[in-house]
């Protein structure tokens, strides 16, 4: 994918994403604003330009002194925190991304623009969509986040195992398949078995409607057991 794609895909992956209020891209050689999310106005962005520019500089030049960075990596996230949220600031290439953030977003943000830079991605093992600008919404809160998060950045619900959205197969946050467990679902067909079993032998035991009456709760009940083990061996 080109560079310009790849502005593409993240410029639609910020506009989705709950607590990024905006976003601004800058085209730093050419001195231009190359897109920016519709609550910034033109007049706004083109303000804005210069100031994102030389925050992306100054990000390149802190980036020298990093203490805590190996030898192959440097630092390339700047962020500004006020009340919460903040201004981050990411070079990829010659373009500088602007985001006025939530700041749990901040350690999210930082890796998946650190795997940018290197050219990395996070793929599903079984159909191959890359998954780095995913979204994903919390089961729980409703909002919409990155789709590598281990849990929701907002209200802490455990994010580890999702549905790939290319393929449905359950995955982890680094996109290998998660099988279902065979031995709950197992048991919960065996105890099926056994209950139904226990059913047709006690309707043997008697007759008439009796006979019917056990036939069928050793049917359901069957049913019910067998039914349980499918949804507790579901992936988690």
Do not use: Q
């Amino acid at each position: 994918m080109g560079l310009s794609g790849l502005l593409s895909r993240i410029a639609g992956f910020l506009g989705k994403l709950s607590g990024v209020r905006w976003f601004i891209i800058v085209d730093r050689d050419a001195r231009s604003v190359a897109t920016h999310s519709p609550v910034i106005s033109d007049k706004d962005a083109e303000e804005l330009k210069e100031l994102i520019i030389n925050a992306g500089e100054i990000s390149e030049a802190f980036s020298k002194y990093s203490l805590f960075r190996r030898r192959e990596m440097k630092t390339r996230t700047l962020y500004v925190k006020f009340n919460g949220e903040g201004l981050e600031v990411e070079n990829i290439g010659k373009f500088v991304v602007a985001i006025n953030t939530d700041e749990k977003l901040l350690p999210v943000f930082s890796k998946i623009f650190d795997l940018l830079r290197r050219g990395e991605t996070v793929k599903c093992e079984n159909c191959g969509r890359e998954l780095l600008l995913e979204t994903y919404t919390c089961p729980r809160c409703g909002r919409t986040v990155p789709f590598i998060v281990e849990e929701c950045p907002h209200c802490g619900y455990n994010l580890r195992v999702k549905k790939c959205p290319g393929c449905g197969n359950y995955i982890d946050v680094r996109g290998r398949v998660i099988k279902r467990d065979v031995g709950v679902l197992a048991t919960g067909v065996l105890i099926g078995i056994l209950v139904l079993l226990l059913g047709i032998y006690m309707g043997l035991t008697v007759t008439g409607n009796y006979r019917l009456l056990f036939y069928g709760i050793g049917a359901i009940m069957g049913a019910i057991m067998g039914l349980l083990g499918y949804i507790l061996s579901s992936p988690r």
